[in-house]
């Protein structure tokens, strides 16, 4: 193909994607203003031949390419200047994202600049920071906003763990739901004091002068090892989320981790932290994963995928995440 005719046909797909993304915006605003939500997804490769992802947060417009060999550097530019174009939405606050596939998602959560510019988006009647700038993701993974909404209606009384927590979002679900005890677990000091930050957004946060029995516990740490030594106070809860990377290795011990092979030992081990009766909901991204329930230690397990995907995620050609429901 010549590049004239490559050029012509980078046209036409963004004039594609800005017609789709038109139509989607006009679909999703009203009804998601109603629901105060600052956050939601305007497409996801939903044409084959457009490899692009675009999410809209409140006046911004994050746009990814999924990378590929085939992938040349104009393109990702001309996606973006299309969709800003075609929802007036300033250069500006248009926010391009290169996003890789497999085990190279690994790096998803890497720096990608310094800017260190958060703002304030709105969930319902929660907020959290996202960075548009800094990262891959920006602090928020809309897709499981309904996943949260399931853990705040139970949370009530109960001793909730957050494990993999990232910024804390469903901590400050199970916080705002009346969770007698959090407990959110990360290795990055980024992700531990984020969570901090969106407590204190939403006014969730211990009292100062609390120092001897906090509500909100933060623990920087590598999950797995969390999970191999817990700690005394660190058991008995009726709550808990596992939403673990696709895959990760640990820094100091350079193990690594693969969420398709390693899950049943890790969710064994948190089941183990669980009183009986208690509910884990466990979810992955990982498109080709396939639960190992023979080498679990329970058997009331229930897919609730179809449930937990809001519906600006759906998407024929791909899942966005799988959800279990999982009783102890």
Known sequence: MSLMDQAEKHRVQADMLANRIKKRYRYFKKRYQKLNLDVFRLYDWDIPEIRAVVDWYGGHLVVGEYLRLQSTPEWLPLMGQAVAEALEVPMENLHLKIRKAGIQEGRRYERINHTNQKIAMAERDLQFYINLNDYVDTGLFSDHRDTRMRVRERAAGRR???????????????????????????????????????????GLSDPEHVLIQPKHILIQKDTLDFLAAPGPDCRNFDLAVVDPPSYSTTKTKDVHFDVAADHPKMLNRVFGLMKKGGTVFFSTNHQNFELKTRDLSVTDIKDITGLTIPEDYRNKGKRIHQCWEITV
């Open 160 to 202: 909730f763990l957050n494990l993999y927590c990232y910024t804390g979002s469903f901590t400050c679900y199970a916080a705002k739901g009346g969770a007698s005890l959090t407990v959110s677990v990360d290795r990055s000091e980024t992700a531990i004091q984020w969570t901090k930050d969106n407590l204190e957004l939403n």
